[in-house]
T-cell receptor
């Protein structure tokens, strides 16, 4: 069964550093998403991406965040200057237009 | 966006059937009902989706009454590995639409 794959599985970074989280969506999917889940809290929508541009973004997705599809297979989330409160599990997801499939997540710990 | 209400937690025993009911009183005509499962430190996993009456797959059944103001996810003969958080989501089945997660129902399966 096709999967959304994410790297790294876990990253520890110092406050103020830039972080790039990588995702390989399911190959025939056209819609891409990033969600996050702070420990013990709900899964929160960050951004959706289609046709090489952002379709929708939440209030969380401020100027510190950016997304990119640098080639035909990868989808990345960049956090420019990490804060302690960015510590969370970040999930990439993709969809062919109906069901959304999630990756296993990247744990980001900001110290 | 239709608001959903589901129990915070449920306990069950191995081999029993687990039924989780979700209320969505203001569901719209175009809305579908989708259930996801999430294990600790993993991404949400699609279980089942339906519009009305009954849907069954190899994992679960989804019962939706005629008024569609609620739905019940039924997990037959649960095992310890079914311990997870189960989310009920309601929204249009339109391409690119994001998912909005609530708190979910934490199901604990005991031996």
């Amino acid at each position: 069964e096709p999967e959304v794959t994410q790297t790294p599985s876990h990253q520890v970074t110092q406050m103020g550093q830039e972080v790039i989280l990588r995702c390989v969506p399911i190959s025939n999917h056209l819609y891409f998403y990033w969600y996050r889940q702070i420990l013990g809290q709900k899964v929160e929508f960050l951004v959706s991406f289609y046709n090489n541009e952002i379709s929708e973004k939440s209030e969380i997705f401020d100027d510190q965040f950016s997304v990119e599809r640098p080639d035909g297979s990868n989808f990345t989330l960049k956090i420019r200057s990490t804060k302690l409160e960015d510590s969370a599990m970040y999930f990439c997801a993709s969809s062919a237009g109906n069901t959304i499939y999630f990756g296993e997540g990247s744990w980001l710990t900001v110290v | 966006l239709a608001k959903t209400t589901q129990p915070i937690s449920m306990d069950s025993y191995e081999g029993q059937e687990v039924n989780i009911t979700c209320s969505h009183n203001n569901i719209a005509t175009n809305d579908y009902i989708t259930w996801y499962q999430q294990f600790p430190s993993q991404g949400p996993r699609f279980i089942i989706q339906g519009y009305k009456t009954k849907v069954t797959n190899e994992v679960a059944s989804l019962f939706i009454p005629a008024d569609r103001k609620s739905s019940t996810l039924s997990l037959p003969r649960v095992s310890l590995s079914d311990t997870a958080v189960y989310y009920c989501l309601v929204g249009e089945k339109a391409a690119g639409n994001k998912l909005t997660f609530g708190g979910g129902t934490r199901v604990l399966v005991k031996p």
